[in-house]
């Protein structure tokens, strides 16, 4: 069945540092990814998305790298800032008649020590 | 802030109250959606709305009434709530459900407790 679920659910780093968070998923037919942040008191909010036909993208001090074979999929945050400190979601939505649903993880909380 | 409003931000409860929550999205989208997030639980996905018309309901109790008058506003109707009904409802929405790149862009929910 569907499923993604994450490694860790807690993750600190030093400011300066950079972070990687991770994610797995089981279904991997015409699966497209996204992960978001929820700082406390928000909605969850769009980062950066990657399609199964890719390996890797890259966006301002994120990159997301899809591992097929190992159905993995990570997030990493370079120079990590307090204000990165929020939970991180990874979700899977497949497109055609599943008119866009899409399968969150759990999250993972990461926390960015001055 | 992303485009899509929810009221109220917090809301308190009885079981034998009767409530709505408001969505309003203003990013010219046609898919709008209810999703509940519950402590250390996943998002879970409620209901699916595509251009008003309900395209799923991912087997939500019938004490969650949603309605969805035009493609910028949602609600949704409680009645009779149960206390682990409490959690943060969120609401997004998108430019279409059947996009599979279609990103949903996500208010910033009401925190529902229900005594």
């Known amino acids: 069945g569907e499923s993604v679920g994450l490694h860790l659910p807690t993750l600190s780093v030093q400011e300066g540092d950079n972070s990687i968070i991770n994610c797995a998923y089981s279904?991997?037919?015409?699966?497209?990814f996204i992960w978001y942040k929820q700082e406390s008191g928000k909605g969850p909010q769009f980062i950066i998305d990657?399609?199964?036909?890719?390996d890797k993208r890259q966006g301002q001090r994120v990159t997301v790298l899809l591992n097929k074979t190992v159905k993995h999929l990570s997030l990493q945050i370079a120079a990590t800032q307090p204000g990165d400190s929020a939970v991180y979601f990874c979700?899977?939505?497949?497109?055609?008649?599943?008119?866009?649903?899409?399968?969150f993880g759990q999250g993972t909380i990461l926390t960015v020590h001055p | 802030e992303t485009g899509v409003t929810q009221t109220p931000r917090h809301l308190v409860m009885g079981m034998t109250n009767k409530k709505s929550l408001k969505c309003e999205q203003h990013?010219?989208?046609?898919?709008m959606y209810w999703y509940k997030q519950s402590a250390k639980k996943p998002l879970e996905l409620m209901f699916v709305?595509?251009?008003?018309?309900?395209?799923e309901n991912n087997s939500v109790p019938s004490r969650f009434s949603p309605e969805c008058p035009n493609s910028s506003h949602l609600f949704l109707h409680l009645h009779t709530l149960q206390p682990e009904d409490s959690a943060l409802y969120l609401c997004?929405?998108?430019?279409?459900?059947?996009?599979?790149?279609?990103?949903?862009?996500f208010g910033p929910g009401t925190r529902l407790t229900v005594l």
């Open positions: 997004a929405s998108s430019r279409s459900p059947t996009g599979s790149t279609d990103t949903q862009y």
């Open positions: 279904n991997s037919a015409s699966d497209y």
């Open positions: 990657i399609r199964s036909n890719m």
């Open positions: 979700a899977r939505r497949a497109g055609g008649t599943s008119y866009g649903k899409l399968t």
């Open positions: 990013l010219g989208h046609n898919a």
């Open positions: 709305y595509n251009f008003k018309e309900q395209t």
